[in-house]
């Protein structure tokens, strides 16, 4: 076994040589980079996982949880070999000021099924589904996609946490709340969580009850593990997924619904928020508190109001004044996208953006 291997130092990195571990041990990282500089137990965790031309956009994620967040952050970010080094040299220059730390991984499926795993939906999204496997030592997980933008502190989702009840094991919000223009209830060819189905691109995990519980499945009448019930449900459902993990995932809370906890679509705003006009109550009355900008909106010009927010946040200096160098260049672009249905709701996503940036200099005037 590979659990013993890692190596942890400050800024430098030792590669595992390949015959060291066996390709059964993948659930252990064989070679990682880990930077620590706080106290585990202090720390809230945050994943992702980075593959093909996905560093900038991550890069950009890991900013904005930076820069709004109170307790210390340790971040686990899977990604293909060839992004490591890049990923590295990135994070060593961040200002971390002694609250963040990260480890990188390699990507890792089990090797029966490798290739399968990989290919699923897009390249490595699937690998979201082994976390609660492979990150053995974890009790809690906050997982997101490349495209999230935090708008406020990592802290606020982390305290879900705490309004589990004694069957709850996950969070997510609805893939839709309008349901006249949701795809799980007018196309899905498989059971989906709920009316409009959810979306996994923000999934706060309490990964020691994932890996405890036993779920009901319509594969057999015995409640299978987590580790246990991954690959019969890709078998028999893999001709009718169309969003891969998400579907996968739908399906198990469509027999297991005790187990999730539902949060509201402001923690998981998405262009269908907006698009056909806005349908989130919730982000219209206290502003969007994470922006999921999927389809690609971050880098054309289909939803420039996502867009601008991305950029602005990829191009904010670290020690800047946030007023100056962030809040009022965004303002000035989200202005200019009103001819659009999300841009004629800009303001919701500076809202709570200009709250985040207010509790910090709060935060500070208090030292």
Same mark, same amino acid.
């Given at each position: ?23 059964n ?6 070679f ?21 031309e ?16 109170? *307790? ?28 963040v730390?990260?480890t ?17 939906? *897009? ?5 979201r589904?082994?976390?609660?496997l492979?990150?053995k030592n ?10 999230i ?13 705490? *309004?589990f ?72 459902? *893999? ?13 198990m ?24 006009g ?29 867009r ?60």
């Open positions: 076994r590979c659990k013993n291997l890692s190596v942890s130092f400050w800024n430098s990195y030792w590669m595992l040589p390949s015959d060291v571990c066996g390709m041990c993948f659930w252990e990282a064989a990682r980079y880990d930077y620590t500089k706080t106290h585990p137990s202090e720390k809230m965790h945050l994943a992702v996982v980075a593959c093909g996905r560093l900038e956009e991550t890069v950009a994620m890991l900013r904005s949880a930076i820069i709004f967040s109170i *307790k210390p952050l340790q971040f686990h970010i899977f990604a293909e070999d060839q992004l490591h080094e890049s990923f590295k040299d990135v994070l060593d220059d961040f200002p971390y000021e002694g609250k730390n990260y990188l991984y390699p990507i890792t499926f089990p090797t029966e099924s490798a290739a399968e795993w990989k290919k699923l939906f *897009k390249p490595c999204a699937s690998q589904l082994f976390l609660p492979i990150l974890v009790d809690s997980l906050l997982y997101v996609d490349t495209d933008l935090f708008l406020r502190p990592v802290d606020d989702i982390w305290s879900f946490l705490g *309004k009840n004694s069957t709850q094991i996950a969070a997510m919000a609805p893939e839709h709340e309008e349901p006249r223009i949701g795809w799980y209830n007018r196309f899905a060819r498989h059971p989906y969580y709920g009316v409009t189905g959810i979306n996994s691109g923000v999934m706060l995990m309490n990964m020691t009850r994932i890996r405890r519980k036993y779920f009901k499945n319509d594969m057999t009448p015995v409640r299978l593990q987590w580790g246990e019930i991954l690959m019969p449900l890709l078998k028999k459902y *893999k001709l009718n997924i169309t969003w891969g993990d998400q579907d996968l995932l739908n399906i809370f469509f027999h297991n619904p005790e187990s999730l906890y539902v949060f509201p679509c402001q923690w998981n705003y998405r262009p269908d928020h907006c698009i056909y806005s349908n989130c109550k919730e982000a219209e009355e206290e502003g969007i508190f994470i922006l999921h900008g999927n389809r690609g909106v971050y880098h054309d010009e289909k939803q420039p109001t996502f601008a927010v991305y950029e602005a946040i990829k191009n904010y200096s670290f020690g800047d004044d946030l007023v100056r160098s962030l809040l009022q260049p965004l303002e000035l672009e989200l202005r200019k996208t009103t001819h659009t249905y999300c841009g004629r709701v800009y303001k919701m996503f500076t809202k709570q953006l200009t709250k985040s940036v207010r509790d910090v200099y709060s935060r500070k005037s208090k030292g």
